[in-house]
């Protein structure tokens, strides 16, 4: 079957200091990965995704995410946070099901940013 | 564009009391997923809609129970509600459910609490 994990349950950094999200997936098959964001009392927002085509993936609010097969990670990365980036991150998987998708989320990283 | 809108915002229920949630998805979209999210949680898949049919149903009892409407808005109802019904409950919604650049945008949930 396949699963996340997100190792890390909070993962506290100062602002403009650069950030590392770790997302490891298990999966026998084609590999689909997503990452969302979700702001506090707020739904899930989209940062970015892995369908295809290159490895490295830049999404919104300046993260990037690198697929690494051999390694079955998905890391998230931002080269300098900012207060407004706390938030719960969570590393999903899309999932085949017969003619549709569902997606497996992980348990979710809690970014804080400290002044 | 709108985005997924889900109403209500929050809901307070008592213990073997019905409810009901709605979400119209994302402009263009035609298919409907239902996700909850517990407390400290990722997302859990409950089930997806599309052509107004339940596709696919993730491990939840059949208390649960939704419907999807000719416009393609969704309704989730849950019936005999128990204490650990309560969370937040994410709609999501996709074009061409099944397609490789199938990609789910979710509302912003609908805080339930049972007491």
């Known amino acids: 079957a396949q699963s996340v994990t997100q190792l890390d349950s909070q993962v506290p950094v100062f602002e403009e200091a650069p950030v590392e999200l770790r997302c490891n997936y298990s999966?026998?098959?084609?590999?689909?990965l997503f990452w969302y964001v979700q702001y506090p009392n707020q739904g899930l927002q989209l940062l970015l995704k892995?369908?295809?085509?290159?490895?490295l993936v830049k999404g919104i609010n300046g993260f990037e995410a690198e697929f690494n097969k051999s390694q079955t990670s998905f890391h998230l990365r931002k080269p300098s946070v900012h207060i407004s980036d706390t938030a719960e991150y969570f590393c999903?998987?899309?999932?085949?099901?017969?003619?549709?998708?569902?997606?497996?989320f992980g348990s979710g990283t809690r970014l804080l940013v400290r002044p | 564009d709108a985005g997924v809108t889900q109403s209500p915002t929050h809901l307070i229920k008592t213990r073997g009391q019905q409810v009901t949630l709605r979400c119209s998805p994302k402009s263009g979209h035609d298919t409907v997923s239902w996700y909850q999210q517990a407390l400290g949680q990722g997302p859990q898949f409950i089930f997806q809609?599309?052509?107004?049919?339940?596709?696919q149903r993730g491990n939840f009892p059949d208390r649960f129970s939704g419907h999807q409407f000719p416009n393609y808005s969704s309704e989730l109802n849950v019936n005999a509600l128990l204490l650990g019904d309560s969370a937040l409950y994410l709609c999501?919604?996709?074009?061409?459910?099944?397609?490789?650049?199938?990609?789910?945008?979710f509302g912003p949930g609908t805080r339930l609490t049972v007491l």
């Open positions: 999501a919604s996709s074009l061409l459910a099944g397609a490789f650049t199938d990609t789910q945008y």
């Open positions: 892995y369908l295809s085509g290159s490895t």
């Open positions: 999966s026998s098959v084609s590999v689909y």
């Open positions: 999903a998987v899309r999932v085949r099901m017969d003619s549709s998708y569902k997606l497996i």
């Open positions: 809609y599309y052509e107004e049919e339940e596709r």
